[in-house]
């Protein structure tokens, strides 16, 4: 008897978090997998980050941090909102939370009613439908091909509210597709959502820093919408800090305290070790951040152009973050002799176990006929990754 709630039993595992432990199983064998599944990057955390996090370990920050993040972060936080996207918040705006997944978790629960409708530009990351589901929401996904370069239009978005709709969600730049949003663009969606004061938006900018093509945008510097914006941002991509989990907002004061009274009772703050570290990482110069984003760009423009050399995938240029998110119908129908390829699914199977690369597949991000690339690692296997998807691919032969 499944004794599970139904609530567990209708989430889905995330599908890249899969895809990984798949690769991880085979690898475990002695099998030789590139794993080009999660976003993660696979640079070290910054020796001034990490000497950060010694000090505070020798300066006793054992003790419970309040529920919401220590002041001096939090000041941090707010200044480097007010410096780098010209955005007035103050301590009391911001809450620290445990990665930015549970801030985002935070707000969609502090929100969402069951039944209101949360508005869901598709491909959308992996954990947004799922957290709307645990908040008895309803997600009304907008579709974006690559011919848009995966963004929606203001227009789209406004055809898309209903007296239900309480909240619009999107990241830029975006995971899966590499895409950012421009400054008139938002402000396009920014006038749309003005003309509806019980909406919401929550705007994913983890990965701000890693951005090819000038400054990043936020929706909130448009001062007649800012009181409708939740700012989700952190230290996981930008600073090479996955594992040490911590993300924050920036909100209007009445959503910052009840983000603050639900993880009160969830989570309580994040480590007290990871808060000082990511006050290091905040302060930090420039230069840290630039590097990083510097051998990402190159490593886009590497990938793109071995991509490009396999029959079968249809590209576009992303803007940022560190995801190449081809269109494969083209690979579809197929078969090897063996195995026929139906959908992107099969199709990532089917290149795990036969070039041994972990790929994630579009369905993950509501985009069936694509698949997501990762290119966070080095050089030397991204081009051993495409020569062997390159082999595998040349062997598929229409139905």
């Not at 009304?140 to 309480?166: G, N, Y």
């Not at 991509?307 to 129908?333: R, T």
Request: charged content about 25%; aromatic content about 8%; hydrophobic content about 40%.
């Amino acid at each position: 008897m499944n004794k599970l709630s139904d609530r567990i039993n209708s989430l889905s595992e995330s599908q890249t978090i899969a895809m990984s432990r798949k690769s991880r199983e085979l690898a475990e064998k002695g099998i030789d997998i590139i794993s080009l599944a999660l976003g993660e990057p696979d640079f070290n955390t910054p020796d001034v980050v990490k000497t950060a996090a010694k000090k505070a370990i020798d300066d006793n920050y054992s003790f419970y941090p309040p529920v919401a993040g220590y002041l001096d972060l939090r000041k941090v936080i707010a200044k480097k909102f007010k410096e780098q996207n010209g955005l007035d918040y103050t301590p009391e705006q911001i809450v620290v939370s445990t990665g930015a997944k549970q801030s985002i978790a935070n707000v969609v629960l502090s929100l969402i009613n069951p039944g209101d409708e949360v508005l869901v530009p598709t491909p959308y990351w992996v954990s947004y439908l799922e957290i709307i589901k645990l908040s008895e929401g309803v997600p009304v996904l907008i579709p974006s091909t690559i011919e848009t370069d995966f963004k929606v239009s203001a227009e789209q978005i406004e055809k898309a509210i209903t007296p239900k709709t309480r909240m619009l969600i999107y990241s830029s730049p975006s995971n899966p597709t590499g895409s950012l949003y421009l400054k008139e663009e938002l402000e396009a969606i920014a006038k749309v959502i003005a003309k509806h004061p019980n909406i919401i938006i929550v705007s994913d900018e983890i990965y701000e820093h890693i951005n090819f093509i000038g400054k990043h945008e936020s929706i909130a510097q448009f001062d007649f919408i800012k009181e409708q914006v939740v700012t989700i941002n952190g230290v996981s991509k930008a600073y090479a800090m996955t594992g040490w989990r911590l993300g924050y907002i920036g909100a209007p004061l009445y959503i910052a305290k009840a983000c603050d009274k639900m993880q009160g009772q969830f989570t309580s703050a994040t480590s007290s070790i990871s808060q000082r570290a990511a006050i290091a990482a905040i302060e930090s110069p420039p230069t840290v951040v630039e590097e990083m984003r510097v051998k990402f760009f190159q490593r886009r423009d590497l990938m793109l152009s071995l991509l490009k050399e396999i029959p079968g995938f249809k590209l576009n240029v992303p803007d940022g973050a560190f995801y190449i998110f081809p269109e494969i119908s083209a690979l579809l129908n197929t078969t090897d002799g063996e195995t026929v390829i139906k959908n992107a699914d099969d199709l990532c199977m089917w290149l795990l176990n036969k070039a041994h690369v972990g790929l994630v597949p579009g369905e993950a991000f509501g985009a069936p006929g694509y698949i997501r690339i990762s290119y966070a690692t080095s050089d030397e296997r991204l081009k051993e990754a495409a020569k062997r998807v390159k082999e595998a691919v040349s062997c598929l032969k229409p139905i």
